[in-house]
């Protein structure tokens, strides 16, 4: 037996889920088609089985539970939040001193430095360790040796 | 506990929720329970699960409350978390090696609502026995009166194949209950 190309949408139709030509245009098959009318029944009483059968309520122990478990879920949510805030506290702690750290040997590093005056053109000759200008061995020489009129 | 109206919206309780307001998001779980726990039922089958999978819902719901977008509303958006949760919980019975039936004794007040007991367990065992996704799209349009649109928009598919599903589903399930029906 062929089945009538409208039986697919009798379903859409049952559930108001076509448009209005074309529900005007199903409405006049069904005067007419008596297998669509069967199957549109069919639906119809199919609905009213499965709404009047299922009716399983949330006792009110278990919307307590679920209120329970919603206020122990936000606990850890909160929890969650203050691990992290902590861990990136540490973690800045550490970068921070560490930092400080580094800043320090600097600056010791750069006191430990013989200064010259900024007068004396200070160039060694790394290989042999002589000055090379005279004002600069000079200056550096011993100063109980040194006196004003040798100066260059 | 705070009181909200029932003007409140959805909308409201969940941008108040997500600004740390507890009461809001309790007061969204006393609007939304039933109604997903009733899905949960429908799709899992026992009660003691569909409890779980309910808290998961919640749980997932407080967790992601930064990532609603409100193009769905917020019925749809804890349908999905839902759907979602129950299928999850499936993978996992089925990870475990169980693979329980989805039909359970009713209560009375079921039976009597279905218009007698065999009825009743008969509704339930028929939708126990039919596919996931067949017992979701016939779940989500009989029992939650989604529409199409709704229904495609939770199961993330598109809408031709809501209606083909439910086409089935129905099929099937007329099958299973024909001595109930016309």
Redesign the interface.
Known sequence: MAVCPFNEQISAFHDGEVDHARRAEIEQHLRDCLSCAAELDRLQAMSRLLMAAPAARLSQIGLHRLHRRMDQAMEEGLLRFVRVFNAVAACVLVAGSAWLLMQTREVRTVETTPAAPPWVDVASDSSTGAYSTPAAAWYLADDTSRTTDEAP | MVQFSPEADDIELLHRADGGD?AA??AL??RH??RL??LA??LIGN?AD??DV??ET??GA??GLRSFEARSSVKTWLTRILVTQAAQWRRNQLGRGKQRRVAEP?ND??AA???SPD??MD??AA?GRLSPEHREV?AL???ERM??EEIAEVLDVPRGTV?SR??RA?SE??EK?KD???
């Open positions: 507890s998001f309790h779980v006393d329970a039933q726990y009733r039922v429908s009660a569909a409890e309910l808290q919640f749980i407080f967790r009713m007040s079921i609502a279905a218009g009825a009743a509704v339930q939708l016939l349009r009989e029992f529409s199409y209606e439910l086409h129905r399930m007329r209950l109930y029906l016309p």
